[in-house]
């Protein structure tokens, strides 16, 4: 939400320092979000700026909500399968 929201590209420090984590549970999680291709990084001298990447995060969505929608599409959870004897 910070990446969003923050409309630039933020570094680590940036981040850490605007969330009640650990600087390292920071960075773990960008590298997720950077391996998943939600959020891009590019270094600038000794930084790594981080951004959100809204226009694969949007398609990401988007096929989600059609795979959802194909799966239950009257809103409802899918039903637990039932144990058979």
Do not use: Y
Not at 28 to 44: S, W
Not at 47 to 75: F, K, M, Q, S, W
């Amino acid at each position: 939400m910070l990446l969003a929201g923050s409309g630039k590209a933020l570094t680590l420090t940036e981040l850490a320092a605007r969330m009640p984590l650990d600087v390292s549970v920071v960075s773990r999680h960008l590298k997720v979000l950077r391996e998943l291709g939600a959020v891009r990084a590019e270094r600038r001298g000794r930084e790594v700026h981080h951004a959100l990447d809204c226009a694969d995060l949007i398609v990401r969505l988007r096929n989600l909500a059609d795979a959802l929608e194909a799966c239950c599409p009257d809103g409802r959870a899918v039903p637990e399968p039932k144990e058979t004897p």
